[in-house]
């Protein structure tokens, strides 16, 4: 070891893997949740209260969750036909030690892609609790001992984390008036509110980065961010019911609807490191202070709509809605739009007369929905901070410009369904195909820099989906005592874009390490992969005669994978006796791809178990494939013994790394019982049980090596193309016991 506090300082060690790999790492994840309610009145006059407390250590050392919850609600009759409630909840969570989603800074992608095997990973917690100090397994060099890529992992949860505080309130009132047994009035105003607090600490120390407001490069520092957040709601609904002869009636509401969002954020950071190790402040900055990063959004909708249900004979139903909206968001003259939808429905078993025969409906419907965009975007220029230069702060435009003349988005859906109960409702299914188009989104697309931009708003595009949903409903067995219920659905989901902008035929959605890119791309499916691919001579992969290295494409817009699945589906069993009851849950995915960066460069390394198959690392790898010629390759890959030249980024193409994220899942198993009315009889509890619940129990099947294809880093799109340092996915069992009295 060349660490001075360490017992084995000095002496050499055996170059074998670490006795604790990254696996111990992490922790077990314990969580409590406790919660109280009580309640009190009849269906006229009543209360609520609750009380819910919640508490989480989690799976990466120094890192929690704690939450407290309290709600309470109020109806009143204030007379025969004047009703009010309220309503208001307030949450207060303390967060701290989230993993971070960079890529230096998140410790499992060091883990995943670059860590070095013969590191027990418990020696580097050794290291940390006995200095406090960076000793890291990834020194500069033997005489230098400053991180060159990556920290003490245990250096970095404990000193570098980050914390957020956040308090939530959510509260309504309404008065309710029922004119008669025909009419009624409504009038309901809600307001949703949470300020949240958001604190990063980079210890001194640390790897060098860029850190703060100025994204200057700094060895420590500390940031703070304060968000405030609102939406507002008015609403006025008149609800209508009566009969339009003995066997027609008519339902429905009029209504509108206000809404106002604000948002506001305040971000500041240290510059040029901190003064005093471990005192985080903005006063503890080195460098002078930049002015905050200020963020300042508001909007508002106003909305009015009507819905009008017809009911012929118990027999046929038709539904009908109309909505229009005036967003602020938008263009004045583009900024007022409505939509509308139609159903219908058909029970043919009033047609059908037959005892095996329980429910047999035919519906149909069309639906058009319109939507607005986010703030400022259809502003030509919007100056924004951008930095320092010389401790003075520097103000630009963006990178991207509005479109003034913007309209809203709209989408387009036709579904026709049939459902049917038989044979006492012990027969059951669903099934619904549909067809959605979805135009004139508003998106970014690139324009010439001679205008001094990179990006216009602008409304471009059409989109496809088209689908099939069955949902089948089963009791095998039902006895007396015994029922067993069996539950499976299945969805397959067709998408298509169908054109952009005129000139465009691929839209980039995120971009990835390596050159990959997520698209939308014309004539395909959603979320196109493109990267290198392999060459190709008739159908094979291509292989260097020289160097028995697979030969790829020169450009990366090869569509080499999507993100979308073959279809979807699940099944649920669940049996009741007497008073037990257990169930499991099992889902299913087939197809969807997935690039993964973490084999992109861990193979490239000698990280994973493949790498080290026999004499894979003297001798190399004869490629399945052929040469330019055609004939079979039987070339050995040169020079094995250096990093990177068999298998990984070096030598492969971005294909090679896309992976199927099918999957079999035991998502979900539970075993309830519930005391017997004969025990709890006499004493004060109404209903006593406990459950046994595990979830995410078991993944039956995977393509994806090493990581769960469902788990991404970050959110959105951008998470669903790419496998990067994501965290081990847990097993999650608890247990449940609940009293009502």
């Given at each position: 070891?060349?660490?001075?506090?360490?017992?084995?300082y000095?002496?050499a060690?055996?170059?074998v893997?670490?006795?604790?790999?990254?696996?111990?790492?992490?922790?077990?994840?314990v969580?409590?949740?406790?919660?109280?309610?009580?309640?009190?009145g009849?269906?006229?006059?009543?209360?609520?209260?609750?009380?819910?407390n919640?508490?989480?250590s989690?799976l990466?050392?120094?890192?929690?969750?704690r939450?407290?919850?309290?709600?309470?609600?109020?109806?009143?009759?204030l007379t025969?036909?004047?009703s009010?409630s309220i309503?208001?909840?307030l949450?207060?969570q303390?967060?701290?030690g989230?993993?971070?989603?960079?890529?230096?800074?998140?410790?499992v992608?060091g883990f995943r892609?670059?860590?070095q095997?013969?590191?027990?990973?418990?020696?580097q917690?050794?290291a940390?609790f006995?200095?406090?100090q960076n000793?890291?397994?990834?020194?500069?060099s033997?005489?230098?001992?400053y991180p060159?890529y990556?920290?003490?992992?245990?250096?970095?949860t404990?000193?570098?984390?980050?914390s957020?505080?956040?308090?939530?309130s959510?509260?309504?009132?309404?008065?309710k008036?029922?004119f008669?047994?025909?009419?009624g009035l409504?009038?309901k105003?809600?307001?949703?509110?949470?300020?949240?607090?958001?604190?990063?600490?980079?210890a001194?120390?640390?790897?060098?980065?860029?850190?703060?407001?100025s994204?200057?490069?700094?060895?420590?520092?500390?940031?703070k961010?304060?968000?405030?957040?609102?939406?507002?709601?008015?609403?006025?609904?008149?609800?209508?019911?009566?009969?339009?002869?003995?066997?027609i009636?008519v339902?429905?509401?009029?209504?509108?609807?206000?809404?106002?969002?604000?948002y506001e954020?305040q971000?500041?950071?240290t510059?040029?490191?901190?003064?005093v190790?471990?005192?985080?402040?903005?006063?503890?900055?080195?460098g002078?202070?930049?002015?905050?990063v200020?963020t300042?959004?508001?909007?508002?909708?106003?909305?009015?709509?009507?819905?009008?249900?017809?009911d012929?004979?118990?027999?046929?139903?038709l539904?009908?809605?109309?909505?229009?909206d005036?967003?602020s968001?938008?263009?004045?003259?583009?900024?007022?739009?409505g939509?509308?939808?139609?159903?219908g429905?058909?029970?043919l078993?009033?047609?059908?007369?037959?005892?095996?025969?329980?429910?047999?409906?035919?519906?149909?419907?069309?639906?058009?929905?319109?939507?607005s965009?986010?703030?400022?975007?259809?502003?030509?220029?919007?100056?924004?901070?951008?930095?320092s230069f010389?401790?003075?702060?520097?103000?630009g435009?963006?990178?991207?410009?509005?479109?003034?003349?913007l309209?809203?988005?709209?989408?387009k859906?036709?579904?026709?369904?049939?459902e049917?109960?038989?044979?006492?409702?012990?027969?059951g299914?669903?099934v619904?195909?549909y067809?959605?188009?979805?135009?004139?989104?508003i998106?970014?697309?690139p324009?010439?820099t001679?205008?001094?931009?990179f990006?216009?708003?602008i409304?471009?595009?059409?989109?496809?989906?088209?689908?099939?949903?069955?949902?089948?409903?089963?009791?095998p067995v039902?006895?007396?005592?015994f029922e067993w219920d069996?539950?499976?659905n299945?969805?397959?989901?067709?998408?298509?874009?169908?054109?952009?902008?005129?000139?465009?035929?691929?839209?980039?959605?995120?971009?990835y390490q390596?050159?990959?890119?997520?698209?939308?791309?014309v004539?395909?499916a959603?979320?196109?992969?493109?990267?290198?691919d392999?060459?190709y001579?008739?159908?094979?992969?291509?292989?260097?005669?020289?160097?028995?290295?697979?030969?790829?494409?020169?450009?990366?817009n090869?569509?080499?994978?999507?993100i979308?699945p073959?279809?979807?589906g699940?099944?649920?069993?669940?049996?009741?006796?007497?008073n037990?009851?257990?169930?499991?849950?099992?889902d299913?995915?087939?197809?969807?791809?997935?690039f993964?960066?973490?084999?992109?460069?861990?193979?490239a390394t000698?990280?994973?178990?493949?790498?080290a198959?026999?004499?894979?690392?003297?001798?190399?790898?004869?490629?399945p494939?052929?040469?330019?010629n055609g004939?079979t390759?039987?070339?050995?890959?040169i020079?094995?013994?250096?990093?990177?030249?068999?298998d990984?980024?070096?030598?492969?193409?971005?294909?090679?790394?896309?992976?199927d994220t099918?999957?079999?899942k035991?998502?979900?198993?539970?075993?309830?019982y519930?005391?017997?009315q004969?025990?709890l009889?006499?004493?004060?509890?109404?209903e006593?049980?406990?459950?046994?619940?595990?979830r995410n129990?078991?993944?039956?099947?995977?393509?994806?090596?090493y990581?769960?294809?469902?788990?991404?880093?970050?959110?959105g799109?951008r998470?669903?193309?790419?496998?990067?340092?994501?965290?081990?996915?847990?097993?999650?069992?608890g247990?449940?016991?609940?009293f009502?009295?």
């Amino acid at each position: 070891a060349w660490d001075p506090t360490s017992p084995n300082y000095g002496k050499a060690k055996p170059w074998v893997a670490g006795k604790n790999g990254p696996i111990t790492f992490f922790e077990n994840p314990v969580s409590y949740v406790n919660s109280i309610s009580l309640e009190k009145g009849n269906a006229k006059n009543n209360f609520l209260l609750n009380y819910s407390n919640y508490d989480q250590s989690g799976l990466m050392p120094n890192s929690s969750l704690r939450k407290n919850l309290i709600s309470a609600r109020v109806n009143y009759a204030l007379t025969e036909k004047l009703s009010a409630s309220i309503y208001s909840t307030l949450t207060i969570q303390n967060t701290k030690g989230r993993n971070l989603t960079g890529y230096s800074d998140n410790i499992v992608t060091g883990f995943r892609q670059w860590w070095q095997t013969n590191v027990d990973v418990q020696e580097q917690k050794d290291a940390y609790f006995r200095s406090k100090q960076n000793i890291t397994w990834n020194r500069s060099s033997a005489a230098d001992g400053y991180p060159l890529y990556w920290n003490n992992p245990y250096f970095q949860t404990y000193e570098n984390y980050q914390s957020d505080d956040r308090n939530r309130s959510f509260s309504y009132a309404q008065l309710k008036y029922d004119f008669n047994k025909n009419f009624g009035l409504l009038a309901k105003v809600s307001y949703d509110y949470y300020n949240m607090t958001i604190e990063e600490r980079l210890a001194v120390g640390s790897l060098l980065q860029g850190f703060g407001t100025s994204g200057n490069n700094a060895d420590s520092g500390y940031s703070k961010q304060n968000i405030q957040s609102s939406e507002t709601n008015f609403d006025v609904i008149g609800n209508y019911k009566f009969d339009i002869t003995d066997n027609i009636d008519v339902s429905g509401v009029v209504g509108a609807n206000v809404r106002r969002n604000y948002y506001e954020s305040q971000y500041s950071s240290t510059e040029g490191g901190l003064i005093v190790p471990g005192l985080y402040t903005l006063s503890n900055s080195k460098g002078s202070v930049l002015p905050p990063v200020e963020t300042y959004r508001k909007s508002a909708v106003a909305s009015a709509y009507a819905s009008a249900s017809f009911d012929f004979y118990k027999t046929f139903y038709l539904d009908g809605t109309y909505r229009v909206d005036k967003s602020s968001n938008l263009p004045k003259g583009n900024n007022t739009y409505g939509y509308f939808s139609v159903t219908g429905a058909l029970l043919l078993n009033q047609f059908v007369k037959k005892d095996w025969l329980n429910f047999w409906k035919l519906r149909a419907n069309y639906a058009e929905v319109g939507s607005s965009t986010n703030n400022y975007t259809t502003t030509p220029l919007l100056y924004s901070y951008s930095g320092s230069f010389d401790g003075n702060p520097i103000f630009g435009i963006p990178n991207t410009i509005g479109n003034t003349e913007l309209v809203p988005e709209k989408s387009k859906e036709v579904e026709l369904g049939m459902e049917m109960r038989m044979f006492n409702s012990r027969v059951g299914f669903d099934v619904a195909v549909y067809k959605t188009r979805t135009l004139n989104q508003i998106i970014p697309i690139p324009v010439s820099t001679s205008t001094g931009m990179f990006n216009k708003y602008i409304n471009a595009g059409e989109f496809q989906n088209k689908g099939i949903e069955v949902q089948l409903n089963l009791v095998p067995v039902r006895t007396q005592n015994f029922e067993w219920d069996l539950d499976v659905n299945w969805a397959k989901n067709e998408n298509k874009v169908v054109e952009l902008a005129e000139g465009l035929d691929v839209y980039r959605i995120a971009g990835y390490q390596g050159g990959v890119s997520l698209n939308a791309y014309v004539n395909n499916a959603f979320g196109a992969l493109l990267g290198t691919d392999y060459v190709y001579t008739n159908g094979q992969k291509t292989i260097d005669p020289n160097t028995g290295r697979y030969l790829r494409t020169a450009e990366s817009n090869k569509i080499i994978g999507n993100i979308t699945p073959d279809w979807t589906g699940g099944v649920r069993n669940t049996f009741k006796y007497k008073n037990f009851s257990a169930g499991f849950l099992i889902d299913v995915q087939q197809g969807g791809d997935t690039f993964s960066t973490d084999m992109y460069y861990g193979l490239a390394t000698g990280l994973y178990a493949e790498t080290a198959v026999g004499d894979y690392r003297s001798a190399g790898v004869v490629h399945p494939g052929v040469n330019p010629n055609g004939q079979t390759n039987t070339k050995a890959t040169i020079q094995p013994e250096y990093y990177g030249n068999v298998d990984g980024y070096r030598r492969m193409p971005n294909a090679r790394f896309v992976y199927d994220t099918s999957y079999v899942k035991l998502r979900e198993a539970s075993l309830t019982y519930k005391l017997p009315q004969s025990i709890l009889s006499g004493t004060f509890l109404e209903e006593a049980k406990i459950s046994i619940v595990g979830r995410n129990l078991w993944i039956i099947h995977k393509n994806l090596p090493y990581a769960d294809p469902e788990v991404g880093t970050g959110g959105g799109l951008r998470s669903k193309g790419n496998s990067i340092g994501v965290l081990p996915t847990t097993r999650d069992i608890g247990v449940s016991v609940s009293f009502k009295f």
